[in-house]
């Protein structure tokens, strides 16, 4: 009887010592935060320097005139002059104002109505494909009309901004708010959450990674947006990055043209990468975020 009781208590250490042995060995491949750092930086490297190889071939294979299809040199000489001039920054202020604006009342009607059409049956029927299809027409189709109602003004651009980023993100309140559990509504309203108190407590916390979503989709959406509207109306008295961009087209400056696309795609990145961290940091409070892969 000792002796059955023996092994099976040297089982019970031994079992314990495999798990023990297995935690620790999954420690031990966890690796450090700059090695995680290097791995999600270096395949970007890599794809910007094959981006950039591919650019230099396509010159030397003579398929378009210089003046047409800059080298990578000269355009990269370029923006090294262009982020030190006046002109760039003058036309980001420009441009970075109308965007905060445009987004800002973007997000205002756009978290409204989602939260309107998701909670009013009557809405949705009214509202809910007529949303969904702002979302599918291009923005710059709004133009003519923005044009006809606002002349080349501040106006028409704004118009036309919040117009291709307000259904995208009533949109994503809306999906994110249909994927509430009812469960969690009940629980909610036992708890006592009613009305603001609800929406504050309960559905907006469990919509939020979907809201998230709609926020980046929406923003892409209202960057296009300006950017079609700088490079149709041009204002002579103000700068913008599209309006500089309309300037080196007419011109022929192939080096500062390419020069300020870079500088878009750059911004873009910038933005896409902050809400990529507004995501991350949701997921982490959610638990749902694995600590190796950070």
């Not at 495999?18 to 999954?26: F, N």
Request: proline share 5%.
């Amino acid at each position: 009887m000792a002796s059955d009781t023996l092994t099976t208590s040297q089982r019970s250490d031994a079992e314990i010592s495999g798990l023990d042995a297995l935690e620790i060995a999954g420690r031990e491949k966890e690796t450090s935060r700059p090695a995680r750092i290097w791995a999600a930086t270096w395949p970007k490297l890599a794809a910007l320097a094959l981006t950039i190889a591919l650019w230099q071939v396509t010159v030397w294979s003579g398929w378009k005139e210089k003046w047409a299809l800059s080298p990578p040199g000269p355009v990269f000489a370029d923006l090294g002059q262009y982020v030190i001039s006046a002109a760039l920054w003058d036309g980001l202020a420009t441009t970075g104002r109308r965007a905060a604006l445009g987004f800002a009342a973007a997000l205002v009607i756009g978290l409204a109505l989602g939260l309107a059409v998701a909670r009013v049956r009557v809405l949705r029927a009214a509202l809910g494909s007529m949303i969904t299809a702002l979302q599918t027409m291009p923005s710059i189709a709004w133009f003519p009309l923005a044009i006809l109602l606002f002349g080349l003004t501040e106006q028409a651009i704004f118009f036309v901004v919040v117009l291709g980023a307000a259904p995208s993100i009533a949109n994503g309140v809306i999906h994110g708010v249909d994927y509430v559990p009812p469960l969690l509504l009940r629980a909610g309203c036992n708890l006592g959450a009613r009305r603001l108190n609800l929406y504050r407590y309960v559905i907006a916390p469990a919509a939020l990674p979907a809201i998230i979503a709609g926020l980046k989709q929406g923003w892409a959406f209202a960057w296009r947006s300006l950017m079609a509207g700088e490079l149709l109306v041009v204002i002579a008295t103000r700068t913008s990055i599209g309006a500089q961009l309309t300037y080196a087209r007419e011109l022929n400056e192939a080096p500062r043209l390419m020069a300020i696309m870079i500088i878009i795609l750059v911004l873009g990145l910038v933005v896409d990468s902050l809400f990529g961290a507004a995501d991350k940091a949701v997921r982490r409070r959610w638990g749902v975020l694995d600590p190796a892969g950070q």
